[in-house]
């Protein structure tokens, strides 16, 4: 069993306005993001499926050139390799789930 | 892309006070559920890596004998094959994301 306490990490800036707390567990990071209203997170790929959950406010995902905005009790699955960017409308709280793990993540300063 | 909407869907009883509405991924089972205070899951294990996090409430989880209770911030990570039960202290909302997908969970009416 492992007991992770969010808080007491230093979030990580992943993109300006976007503060990131990552978990990693054997298969999946879970990736636990404050974002300030309007920041942009400029169009990327990655070979991570990508699982996007709203706790609150308001976001914008585009996918593939398609936006969708979308508020809490909505998820948004990103298939492998899709390109995608995001704005958010408001202030923010999401939870993203990547399969497999962002190895990239876990030595980011 | 696929966008799921989850208060479109009907909630699924997983044991007594347990009110789950799942989204399976290529990979993993997401499963969000609002739990009655007082609620309890008997001890049970599974293949599957639970990661589990509570969004309100406060929860008892015992893995393996011991007990640990939580709130919102913490995230527990259930290894596979271990043995656990759970006992809502309060009202609670729970996200459990299950590595692999739950199958047994895709056929529940």
Redesign the interface.
């Known amino acids: ?7 007491a990490m230093q979030p990580k800036e992943i993109a300006p306005g976007y503060h990131a707390r990552f ?1 990693h ?4 990071t ?1 990736s636990y993001v404050d974002v300030e209203a309007g920041s942009v997170i400029a169009e990327h790929s990655h070979i991570h ?1 990508q ?1 996007c ?1 709203l ?1 609150e406010g308001k976001f914008q995902l585009t ?2 050139d ?1 936006p ?1 905005i ?1 508020e809490p ?7 492998p390799n ?1 390109k995608h960017s995001g704005l958010a409308i408001t202030d923010c709280k999401v ?1 993203d ?1 990547f ?1 497999p793990v962002r190895e990239d993540y876990k030595n980011m300063l």
Chains 1, 2 share one sequence.
Do not use: D, K
């Open positions: 069993m492992q007991r992770i306490e969010l808080y978990v567990t054997a298969h999946n879970f499926e699982v959950w706790l996918i593939e398609q969708v979308f009790g909505t998820v948004i699955i990103i298939p899709a939870l789930v399969y």
